[in-house]
């Protein structure tokens, strides 16, 4: 069997490559000129060695499929860190809550899910509402939005948003950067780089994907790009009703990924610990150095959601930036380093994260990923049915789920 994958973010390197050890020939098609997609690493630029990711971010206490795939390949996951599960760092209007504050607004919003459930397709905004919130809590929850589902809180689905702060423990990162897992993977595939395919035509005999500089042909195909690009896809014959109608349906977080590199390591450390959610953008903050070397500190955070940056440059929302954690330390700083990535704007994602509302993990998602005539497959993290955050492992379950469907039809 010959097979094509389109996409080499981690679900299509990660089926090439299981589909390619079980004895079959691979052949990957992306549209970049690198391998990882939405897992990205910058580095040059950063002062003393150290590496910002850009995209996917944290490796979740219990995502094991992504461990085990870093131990296979030879990759060490940074030990365990806290970004406070009972009483996280909040400051809001320009002033940091007391500890005692920061409990109550914790425990108020735990305390709500208990009391008032959010139901069905209830917004986080309807909800809140409902539950008659505070506005800190209400503060909390769109600053908790913009990471994810990288949503305003009127589409944020409530059922799906993490109101009980319950998964700010066990985080790890890869050593060294993300993005060291996809370019691993490549190692060892037939990976065409700057390839955009643009129609993919399917039929009993086979399948034909035209690129914009040529076709390749193969027996089967997975289609591992983003949700948002299938609907950019084409297909020929079309895609059914059904899966075009599912498409359609679901929904997108959408932001940009902001890092920065300051000089003040200490002063910083000291203000925000490993993180802290603010009222201003980005809504989250977080270090990602703390297992780094070096005397600089690098600066994470996603403006998503209505703090998406809009017409802006990047050197605009970078003094922003600086204007949040100038507030937060309470003293000027020295930034080294600045990046924005907007994966909204990006013409190869689209989109950062998938954001299911109501029931659509179990009605919509099947219908997208479900394939065509033992002949088209689909993966990548939105066909995930994960709950909450964690595109990485879930972009790597969909290629195991994929890999099973389509060594299953080679047999």
Known sequence: MKLLVIGAGLSGLVTASEVQ?????????????RVGGRVLTVRDGLRDGQYADVG??????????????????????????????????????????????????????????????????????????????????ELLLAAIAQGTPASPL????????????SWGKGYRKIRGGNDRLPQRLAEGLDVRLNQVARLVGWEAGGVAVETERETFRADRVVVTVPGPLLSELGFGPPLPPEKVQALLQLRYGNGARLVAQ??????????????????????????????????????????AGD????????????????????????????????????WTKDPFSRAVVRA????????????????LDSTVFFAG???????????MEGAIKSAYRVTSEILAEGR
């Open 262 to 303: 300051y000089a003040e390591r200490e002063a910083v450390h000291a203000a925000i610990g490993l993180g802290c959610f603010t009222d201003r953008g980005p809504g989250y903050v977080m270090e990602q150095s703390m297992q780094q070397p070096g005397d600089a500190i690098v600066i994470s955070g996603m403006a």
């Open 356 to 371: 299911p509302m109501g029931d659509q993990r179990r009605t919509v998602l099947p219908v997208i990923a479900a394939p």
């Open 56 to 137: 996917a971010e944290i490796v979740y206490h219990g995502q094991t499929n992504i461990a085990a795939l870093c131990e296979k390949q030879g990759l060490e996951l940074t030990t365990e860190f806290s970004l406070g599960t009972e009483a996280p760092d909040m400051i809001f209007h320009g002033q940091r809550l007391s500890p005692q504050a920061s409990a109550e607004v914790a425990g108020e919003l735990r305390e709500a899910i208990r009391r008032v459930p959010p139901a069905a397709f209830e917004t986080v905004a309807q909800w809140l509402r409902r539950a008659r919130l505070s506005e800190p809590a």
């Open 21 to 33: 050890s079980a004895g079959h020939e691979v052949v990957v098609l992306e549209a970049r000129d």
């Open 381 to 391: 993290e939105h066909t995930d049915d994960r709950v909450g955050p964690g595109g």
């Open 154 to 165: 009127r589409v944020a689905d409530a059922q799906e948003l993490n109101v009980e702060l």
């Open 307 to 342: 703090a998406e940056p809009a017409l802006k440059t990047e050197e605009q929302i970078l003094d922003e930036f600086d204007e949040t954690l100038t507030t937060v330390v309470g003293r000027p700083l020295t930034r080294i380093f600045g990046h924005v990535k907007n």
